[in-house]
């Protein structure tokens, strides 16, 4: 199974910060690789596809990039709806699996 | 709109099953492969598997065969998710997801609400 390991498992930031989180694969996905959004009593919300695919509806503030075994999910300008714990998963193949997950979390 | 409603929370003994469903509409239900997640209590997301629509043909993740079973009524655009002699670890939220193709990128865009299971003498 491909292994997904997020980074930081959490972090504190304050409105307006610049904030990214890293996903890496235990082998090359390509750009196999989602982003998702959770806040505490909902479903994930899909954010980004294809590594670097904006989901319609999203804000342009959350991009994406990385290909192969690196991945990122940047915030450019952090809001108070983005509090929140985000997700990577890969898509590459069988079983799906997530990362860990990161909460992002008010300074 | 597109959409997915999950059947509502659950409680039931150690040793019982459970049948969740996750009813689809706003778009043709057999175009997009069904997705089962599941989220223990202050956990994070875990991949079960996913139905194909069209064919029926289930593939289970490791850890969730023999007592978890994935099934269809295409006529009612619903997916099932069916789980038998339940175990206190099974506690936990379900969800069901669309699988929607682009460009050649695969994504869960679509989520049901969630259906809570609660496994508890």
């Known amino acids: 199974d491909i292994q997904m390991t997020q980074s930081p498992s959490s972090l504190s930031a304050s409105v307006g910060d610049r904030v990214s989180i890293t996903c890496r694969a235990s082998e090359n996905i390509g750009s196999y690789l989602n982003w998702f959004q959770q806040k505490p009593g909902k479903a994930p919300n899909l954010l980004i596809y294809g590594a670097s695919s904006l989901q319609s509806g999203v804000p342009s503030r959350f991009s994406g990039s990385g290909s192969g075994t690196d991945f990122t999910l940047t915030i450019s300008s952090l809001q108070p709806e983005d509090f929140a714990t985000y997700y990577c998963?890969?898509?590459?193949?069988?079983?799906?699996?997530f990362g860990q997950g990161t909460k992002v979390e008010i300074k | 709109q597109v959409q997915m409603v999950q059947s509502g929370s659950e409680l039931k003994k150690p040793g019982a099953s459970v049948k969740i469903s996750c009813k689809a509409s706003g778009y043709t239900f057999s175009t997009y492969a069904m997705n089962w997640v599941r989220q223990a209590p202050g956990q994070g997301l875990e991949w079960m598997g996913w139905i194909n629509t069209k064919s029926g043909n289930p593939t289970y993740a490791q850890g969730f065969t023999g007592r978890f079973v994935f099934s269809l009524d295409t006529s009612g655009s619903t997916a099932y998710l069916q789980i038998s002699s339940l175990k206190a670890e099974d506690t936990a939220i379900y969800y069901c997801?669309?699988?929607?193709?682009?460009?050649?990128?695969?994504?869960?865009?679509?989520w049901g609400q969630g259906t809570m299971v609660t496994v508890s003498s």
């Open positions: 998963q890969q898509a590459y193949n069988n079983p799906r699996t």
């Open positions: 997801a669309r699988y929607l193709v682009r460009g050649g990128y695969g994504a869960l865009d679509i």
